[in-house]
């Protein structure tokens, strides 16, 4: 009973990631009714995307520019990467303004029952920069923070990735895991507590 | 931090609605990691949408041609028109396989707090419809279903037109309200169970 462009508007829609037939339709019917130039503007900025944005050869994060600005800032401190599972993970690092050391983005984690293995990530960008002796001592990395989710997969991962860089002799350090700040004892779950407790630093 | 096209994506993708900035980003990440084919076809459906898609001049609904395939099928009840909201109710009244006559899409329902009144509606185009001595006896709506949804607003508009249509000589009926078929009577909410006794039908 929908129009063919409509249709087609709706099955294009429900290929995005959370996006299930209804939704797909709600979205459809209010670009149909959106003005025409917030329409085009959609439909250019996706277009765009695809032509400008590429893989930053260093931290493999998406950028306009190669190196991204990120890796070309010198007043960044070159010795010092976070590694992170995807683009959005940097930006929320970023918003927090206390980070001043570079990055690289894996885009994903490991999964084996999803049959993701390391060869599906940035790892061996990874283990190339780390093991690149041909920069400047002042510039070589001497710590790698495995900054993944704390869950299975993003465990797992830092894992893997702290027993490959060991015998580069490049420091892994892993992000806290614990309450969070703002975060009431009596909500949090058991196994948070028993970690923060674990994790616990003299004062 | 992020680069300008995927700032400017994201902020597209934030307008639609239900779609937050966590998940515009969700999404634009998707899109610069798809295939270029499917941001291409996501970006060409859009376009598409908006260049041919328009009102139905009778039933006001969604449509390539006009009138719309609905409308112009001669072997549905030209009599009977049921009155919805948006597009989407008409899919779901089609996907029913019951129903035989004919739609009209007001387009939203009225609603004073929002500031939407009749003039924001297809409300007009209904009354013109409903009023129309041009067309063959035969062809003369007789009867309006109101269905629109069961809320204040659905309430609100169903009596407003109801009004209106009444001087014109056209029957108007609402669809009924109850038990959900399947419903245990125990979950259904007292308004809707009181509905329901109050609409009894002799069997």
Known sequence: VLATPIARLVQQLAKLPGIGEKTAARLAFHIMRAAPEDAAAL??????????????????????????????????????????????????????????????????????????????????????????????AAEAIKEVILATSSTVEGEATAVYLSKLLRPLGVRASRIATGVPIGGELEYADQLTLARAIDGRREM
Chains 1, 2 share one sequence.
């Open 43 to 136: 439909a250019a900025a996706i277009t765009e995307v695809k032509q400008k944005i590429r893989f930053c050869g260093v931290c493999c994060n998406l950028t306009e520019s190669d190196p991204c600005s990120l890796c070309a800032d010198a007043r960044r401190d070159a010795g010092l990467v976070c590694v992170v599972a995807q683009p959005q993970d940097v930006v929320a690092i970023e918003r927090t303004g206390g980070y001043r050391g570079r990055y690289h983005v894996l885009h994903g984690l490991l999964s084996p029952l999803d049959g993701i293995g390391p060869e599906d990530l940035r790892v061996a960008e990874l283990i190339r920069r780390c093991a690149d002796t041909s920069v400047p």
